[in-house]
């Protein structure tokens, strides 16, 4: 599925976002930024060890050898991935919701697309972030992920963003919140 806003393009696809293309992937990472489970794990093996070794020197040289901020983001080379870059976020837990969970998710979003932009990328590929190990309510991250990317679409000039489903009912709910969004 594709729609178009303000001349920049949203789509949403199923599959495996390692092989993706695009300039830029995402990484629904956690604030060590040392790798783990879930996409994380799959993007650090299919970058291979640069990755992690360039994460090493952000947690120092950037974050003074602090934890990444849940809602926060950082950028890294793609190593041996299709795409150039990596930008590492880190999606809030989910707590039922009375965390704040909905506004970090959508930091998340908005922070990544603002790095991306600062570094003249015109195509980037979301996973579906929090929705495994951190238990956010796919349904839910749905409408949250995608309307803090169809605001920031409709103020930029950007390119592409797309959000890469693992699962067909990933896709479906996605899909949903998207058709809801677009009215
Ligand atoms: N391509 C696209 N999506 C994927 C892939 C893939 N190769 N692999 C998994 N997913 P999760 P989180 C989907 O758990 O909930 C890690 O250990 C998956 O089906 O990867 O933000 C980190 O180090 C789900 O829809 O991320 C953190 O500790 C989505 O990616 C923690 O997990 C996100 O699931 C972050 O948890």
Known sequence: MRV???GNFLELKVGDITQ??????VNAANGSLMGGGGVDGAIHRAAGPG???????VRKEQLNGELLPTGKAVITQGYQLPAKFVIHTVGPVWY????GEPLLLQDCYR???QLAENNGIKSITFPSISTG?????VELAAGTALQAIVEF????SFGTVAMMLFSENDFTRYQAALQKLMG
Request: aromatic share 6%; with cysteine; hydrophobic share 30%.
């Open 133 to 137: 190990v951190y238990g956010y309510p």
């Open 111 to 113: 922070h990544s697309l």
């Open 20 to 25: 993706d293309t695009a300039d830029a992937i």
């Open 153 to 156: 679409l409709r103020e930029e």
């Open 51 to 57: 990755l992690l070794e360039e994460c090493k020197k």
């Open 96 to 99: 039922g919701g009375i965390k």
């Open 4 to 6: 178009q806003i303000n």
